[in-house]
């Protein structure tokens, strides 16, 4: 179930082309009507799924784990019972860790902004799709196992020790994805499924 990662990729480069609309013919559309068969709404409250992909999940965790960027999962208005929730580069965060984004850094204005009761779209911190997320390994991490170990030291033996470390974090995290995550929205938090795209 897991994909092959490209290597060198910088998960917070693709956060542009994943955020992109998909055509109406998709059957996890943004524009799927609501579970009543009514129509989408600005209430993220209507959400019952989410659809995302493994990678998108791994990258956004893989890209907070690095500091300097807010990278979430982000599902854009109108809401209805069947969303998908893309890859997206919510800005920088202070020192604090704070990106000053929104409602609890989970919502932003949508495109109506200047209208009072304008829809956000709901950012979704990668660690709530995996169940007990495991520590991203450090470059530190890796020196100091392999000066700990029997191998002598050199560059090459821990570039390859921590690219090793890196590819088990990313197969760790696929194996404890959750099958639901809650919403924080203005109304209060919403459980919803989880269906994960290879």
């Not at 998108?56 to 969303?83: H, K, N």
């Not at 929730?85 to 920088?92: M, N, S, T």
């Not at 959750?178 to 459980?191: H, N």
């Amino acid at each position: 179930m897991t994909r092959r990662d490209r290597a060198g990729d910088d998960p917070s480069d693709r956060t542009r082309e994943s955020d992109r609309e998909r055509p109406p013919s998709d059957d996890t559309s943004d524009t799927d009507t609501s579970p009543d068969g009514g129509p989408a709404s600005a209430d993220p409250g209507r959400i019952r799924s989410l659809a995302v992909t493994e990678s998108d999940v791994v990258d956004a965790l893989e890209a907070a784990a690095r500091g300097g960027r807010e990278i979430v999962l982000r599902v854009t208005p109108p809401f209805s019972g069947r969303m998908r929730a893309r890859l997206h580069d919510a800005g920088a965060v202070d020192a604090e860790g704070d990106s000053g984004t929104g409602y609890e850094g989970t919502t932003e204005p949508g495109d109506g902004r200047d209208a009072p009761d304008a829809a956000a779209a709901v950012h979704v911190p990668p660690e709530r799709f995996v169940e007990d997320p495991p520590a991203y390994p450090t470059v530190d991490d890796t020196e100091d196992e392999l000066r700990g170990s029997e191998a002598p030291y050199t560059r090459e033996r821990h570039r390859e020790r921590h690219q090793a470390a890196v590819a088990e974090w990313r197969d760790t995290v696929r194996r404890r994805l959750a099958e639901e995550v809650t919403l924080r929205t203005e109304k209060g938090p919403t459980t919803v499924a989880v269906a994960y795209l290879g």
